[in-house]
């Protein structure tokens, strides 16, 4: 993990806490992303379950 060169004494202290923001959002886009398609696919069947 590179330096964060924020201003202060904060500047170190922060960069493992933005690293974990990061990577918890990128998870959850992730299952919002799975629970969109699953909604899709679900909506796509039940309307050729009732075409045909």
């Given at each position: 993990?590179?330096?964060?060169?924020?201003?202060?004494?904060?500047?170190?202290?922060?960069?493992?806490?933005l690293?974990?923001?990061?990577?918890?959002?990128?998870?959850i886009?992730?299952?919002?992303?799975?629970?969109?398609?699953?909604?899709?696919?679900?909506?796509?069947?039940?309307?050729?379950?009732?075409?045909?």
């Amino acid at each position: 993990m590179d330096r964060n060169y924020l201003a202060h004494e904060q500047d170190d202290a922060i960069n493992p806490i933005l690293a974990a923001i990061g990577y918890n959002f990128r998870l959850i886009l992730k299952w919002i992303r799975l629970l969109w398609l699953q909604i899709w696919a679900t909506s796509i069947i039940n309307q050729t379950a009732k075409i045909a």
